[in-house]
């Protein structure tokens, strides 16, 4: 559906609903599910809850088959709720809670990511006997990635053997190594250097009688917001080839999509509220903002954004604004809009079905945004994606 005919409905459920609204379609998630099967050979999905784990969401997803990587007793709780088999669950936040750890242990858990002596030691002692994967981190990706995951999460090659091998004689059974290459990263090299990384830990665990046959290429793969991006088949590809070259047979590939398995399934709706002009700036003020659904708006996602009804005009800058009594609450000082953009408008921000409502507060007594189900409405045609051929030789090592 094109973007006039998709902003006509939303006009219409914001009507029924009120602003701001996250209109979510299932249909978009079944396909990105399925594309994903499709291209990455060996492999298992595990969707990142994080993202946004609204239970229309886990149970779609749950039914098509897919595992889930989860983050904390919260997200296991929800999902053990809504019927998911604790063995499709793998804990893949580095940083536990003992208590968590025992907990997930306890309801059938068996998988949890680890990048640290001390959280080696926690699930020796508080899940014994379980699976383990070593996060490696992904230096020098940085650049690549809107949203880079280096510095916080996964360790060097050579402590990822030290670990592994750490994790062996407290008992636990090490069966791969995970990475991330950072949120919503444009680079599908990145993918490949990283399992040439892995590709080292496990000869060196091999060295030591252990065998490892598990790889965890995390999330990371983009979705369209301003820029072009690689698609999931181009980074399949990568991923496929990469394996052949540096690990060979018989691995199993984990893939931990988030982004890119809710982001394009979701259009935020949100009204006008204040227009105002300070100096030579010019300054809206919208009912969703960086506490209430556009978080993300502050590090270095762009959405793409129309004003219903107003999407043919010219555009100027304005300052865009949430509505809260925070100075942070600001999207946007350089937002292009229509010119004639004021009260009672509808700004649409495309391609916000992750980290939008997942991150949403109640701050300053604002509600979140509401989110609604409105299946085929976001459904693009092959056709419609937009790809930037990357070459072969862009990714080969
Ligand atoms: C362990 C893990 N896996 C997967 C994801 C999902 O990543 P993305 O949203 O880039 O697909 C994250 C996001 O932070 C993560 O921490």
Redesign the pocket.
């Known amino acids: 559906m094109n973007k006039l005919a998709v902003n006509k409905i939303l006009k219409e459920l914001v009507e029924k609903y009120g602003t701001p609204l996250l209109v979510m379609d299932l249909e978009v998630i079944k396909e990105n599910y399925k594309r994903l099967i499709r291209n990455v050979n060996n492999c298992k999905v595990?969707y990142?809850v994080?993202?946004n784990s609204h239970i229309e969401i886990v149970k779609t997803l749950n039914e098509l088959g897919s595992h889930f990587?989860v983050?904390s007793k919260g997200e296991i709780e929800k999902l053990l709720s809504l019927g998911v088999s604790p063995e499709k669950m793998s804990f893949?936040?580095?940083i536990k809670k003992s208590s968590d750890i025992k907990f997930a242990f306890e309801n059938g858990i068996k998988m949890f990511?680890v990048d640290s002596e001390m959280e080696i030691e926690k699930i020796a002692f508080n899940a014994p006997g379980s699976d383990i994967y070593v996060?490696i981190s992904t230096n020098g990706m940085e650049n690549d990635a809107d949203?880079p995951?280096t510095r916080k999460?996964g360790t060097s090659v050579d402590h990822a053997i030290q670990l592994v091998k750490y994790a062996h004689d407290l008992g636990l059974n090490p069966i791969g190594v995970?990475f991330?290459v950072?949120?919503?990263?444009y680079n599908p090299n990145n993918w490949r250097v990283a399992i040439r990384e892995v590709s080292v830990v496990f000869e060196e665990a091999r060295r030591l009688g252990i065998e490892m046959k598990v790889v965890n290429t995390?999330?990371?793969?983009p979705i369209k917001y301003s820029k072009n991006i690689p698609t999931v088949e181009e980074i399949a590809e990568v991923i496929n080839q990469s394996i052949k070259d540096y690990l060979g047979e018989d691995i199993t590939v984990i893939v931990?999509?988030?982004?890119?398995?809710v982001?394009n399934a979701g259009a935020l709706v949100s009204g006008v509220i204040l227009k105002s002009k300070k100096g030579e700036e010019n300054w809206l003020y919208t009912d969703a903002g960086v506490f209430h659904g556009l978080t993300e708006t502050i590090q270095n996602i762009r959405y793409e954004m129309s004003v219903i009804g107003k999407e043919n005009e010219n555009k100027q800058k304005f300052v865009l604004a949430g509505p809260t009594c925070d100075s942070v609450d600001v999207m946007y000082y350089d937002a292009e809009l229509p010119e004639s953009t004021t009260i009672d408008d509808l700004i649409v921000f495309y391609n916000t079905g992750?980290?939008t409502t997942e991150y949403g507060t109640n701050f300053n007594g604002i509600p979140s945004p509401k989110v609604i189900f409105e299946n085929g409405l976001l459904v693009e045609k092959p056709e419609e994606y937009i790809f930037e051929k990357i070459s072969k030789e862009q990714y080969m090592i």
């Open positions: 595990y990142a994080k993202a990587d983050a893949g936040n580095t990511a996060r949203w995951l999460f995970s991330h950072g949120s919503q990263n995390g999330g990371g793969m931990e999509p988030g982004r890119s398995m982001g992750a980290y």
